[in-house]
């Protein structure tokens, strides 16, 4: 585990006050970045820092527990992806990503050895199936093409890249390092937490990215990358922000710091974007989800999580005021989904 300490908030606010207007750079609280992130600059931050918890997010209890009957693995422990659609095994950085977090988190709560082996079997698959650019970064490219939310102009086409796959890397690799000290993971986690850093091209230049400050000041973490626009998926890069907090409370770096705290800015800010008063939120904050009406009840509840596990990872209850009013149009919404 990388925290230590408990955290507990109680928001108190009868009716959460929140922004319906989008801006990272205007307001009580708000400035923008020192420039500790390098190239990635022009965001707003507020001050949020990564704090301690002893359960976090990827924590694993004797209910959530991985099956080690299921799913299948291949004779070192990786898993064996299907997670691609009906194509059958493939390389899915998310899937080998969550499974790894899965498997270590079930080592931690039981000690089993088999857990860890099976987390650092699936932690070798990702680095293996990595491409590194000429600046050392570790990208996870996805080898097949895939249509957002089934729509065939939305397709992206292979290689593409992805914010929350790079963000679960980094968490895998992060935690893999805290716990057995082997100098590869150290070399791995910091290889990924370089690809934040990373620009998006001014042209149609194919090189990899997924952070982008948009005319908001928000900076975001982009969950699919490559020959569509960014839509601004509000989960993915919630977890690609998990992945800077593993790392930064790790290393105490400072880039990693600030883009922490500019990303979580952005879950606070950006509210207005991607909530529907009274009805199931948008899965992401481009209009692309509003155009489609794209409102997975699922999706949304956990989002709400994600807003809550931000509440204590920050000791911000402005996360908690977004989360209250998240389960409240939850309930207005009638969704059983």
């Known amino acids: 585990m990388l925290g230590l300490v408990v955290t507990s908030l109680t928001s108190c606010a009868a009716e959460p006050a929140v922004p319906v207007e989008v801006s990272c750079l205007d307001g009580p609280g708000l400035a923008p970045a020192a420039g500790a992130a390098g190239t990635v600059a022009g965001f707003g931050v507020s001050g949020l820092r990564p704090g301690p918890v002893t359960r976090d997010y990827y924590a694993v209890t004797e209910r959530t527990l991985v099956d080690l009957d299921d799913p299948v693995v291949d004779a070192d422990g990786a898993l064996v992806s299907e997670a691609t659609h009906g194509r059958g095994p493939d390389y899915h950085p998310v899937a080998l990503a969550q499974y790894g977090l899965a498997t270590l988190g079930s080592y931690e709560l039981t000690r089993d050895p088999e857990y860890l082996r099976r987390a650092l ?32 102009a939305m397709t992206l086409e292979a290689p593409w890249y992805s914010g929350m796959a790079q963000g679960q890397g980094l968490s895998l690799f992060t935690r893999l390092a805290a716990q057995t000290g082997d100098p590869v993971w150290v070399g791995a986690a910091e290889q990924t937490f370089r690809t934040f850093g990373v620009e998006r091209p001014s042209d149609d230049d194919s090189a990899p990215w997924f952070a982008h ?48 705290d500019g990303a979580a800015t952005t879950v606070l800010q950006a509210f ?16 692309y989800c509003k155009d489609q009406e794209w409102q997975p009840g699922s999706y949304h509840r956990g989002v709400v999580r994600q807003v809550e596990t931000l509440a204590l990872i920050t000791s911000d209850a402005a996360f908690l005021d977004r ?11 009638g969704s059983t989904d």
């Open 213 to 260: 400050v948009d005319e908001a000041g928000c900076l975001w973490f982009e969950e699919y990358v490559g020959s569509v626009e960014p839509v601004q998926v509000v989960n993915g890069h919630i977890y690609a922000t998990f992945g800077l907090y593993d790392y930064a409370r790790l290393t105490s770096d400072e880039a990693a710091v600030e883009l922490f």
């Open 121 to 152: 079997a699936t932690a070798t698959r990702l680095l293996e199936g990595a491409t590194v650019s000429e600046d050392g970064a570790l990208w996870f490219a996805y080898p097949f093409e895939y249509s957002m939310h089934g729509d065939e």
């Open 272 to 287: 207005g974007a991607y909530r529907a008063p009274g009805d199931v939120s948008y899965y992401c904050a481009g209009q």
């Open 323 to 333: 989360a209250t009013v998240l389960r409240t149009d939850y309930s207005e919404s």
